[in-house]
């Protein structure tokens, strides 16, 4: 079994800063692209940013400049620094991760059970 647990959530002020972290855990036999997702009420799912084994990330507009993303490979750990951050980035972030698992011949995409950000005005 794989499980990606997020933490680093809360409650923050307008212009604040949080580091939210996703560690996978299991029988991993390697990840290969890792994301933050997030979903406001009322709101569809969204992408927030995205980076490959490689490194090479990918943000969407409203938080270029704000949000960098990162990972540590040996970790297994994907983070999402928020700086800057605006009433509207406001949501349930949730990480996900295409694992390879060993001996199966197609990655899966699995998903953490989300961490709530508010951001007060």
């Known amino acids: 079994q794989v499980q990606l647990v997020e933490s680093g959530g809360g409650l923050v002020q307008a212009g604040g800063s949080l580091r939210l972290s996703c560690v996978a855990s299991g029988s991993i036999g390697s990840i290969n692209g890792m994301g933050w997702y997030r979903q406001a009420p009322g709101k569809q799912r969204e992408l927030v940013a995205t980076i490959s084994s490689s490194g090479s990330t990918n943000y969407v507009d409203s938080v270029k400049g704000r949000f960098t993303i990162s990972r540590e490979n040996a970790k297994n750990t994907v983070y999402l620094q928020m700086n800057s951050l605006k009433p509207e980035d406001t949501a349930v972030y949730y990480c996900?991760?295409?694992?390879?698992?060993?001996?199966?011949?197609?990655?899966?995409?699995?998903w953490g059970q989300g961490t709530q950000v508010t951001v007060s005005s």
């Open positions: 996900n991760a295409e694992i390879q698992l060993p001996l199966i011949l197609v990655p899966r995409v699995y």
